[in-house]
Nanobody
């Protein structure tokens, strides 16, 4: 019932900024919390950020706090992850997810985007 489409990834240099998107079907903003995860080759899936739209709460992993920001456009039913001062270690496939609560645990989410590749060169 919910479809999430990731986009906006690309190749950037260290220190650059990039915004990745998550377009959702239906009224996802009013019904679900959203999370962002990433996975690099040979690494485990890693929590990045989450937002409870109804509660106005945001959460960030220590590795991205102060650099990444969650935002949304309710008219377009789209969530964004604005990434600044990107580092080579940020290189990964980034996934958005929707679920009942904002959580750092991937298993708590019900729906997932297909992911978008972000590559940061040094």
């Amino acid at each position: 019932q919910v479809q999430l489409v990731n986009s906006g990834g690309g190749l950037v240099q260290a220190g650059d900024s990039l915004r990745v998107s998550c377009a959702a079907s239906g009224r996802t903003f009013s019904r679900y919390a959203m999370g962002w995860f990433r996975q690099a080759p040979g690494k485990e899936r890693e929590f990045v950020a989450a937002v409870s739209w109804s509660g106005g709460r945001t959460y960030y992993a220590d590795s991205v706090k102060g650099r990444f920001t969650i935002s949304g456009d309710s008219a377009e039913n789209t969530a964004y992850l604005q990434m600044k001062d990107l580092k080579p270690e940020d290189t990964a496939v980034y996934y958005c997810a929707a679920g009942p609560i904002a959580s750092s645990t991937w298993s708590m989410y019900n729906y997932w985007g297909q992911g978008t590749q972000v590559t940061v060169s040094s």
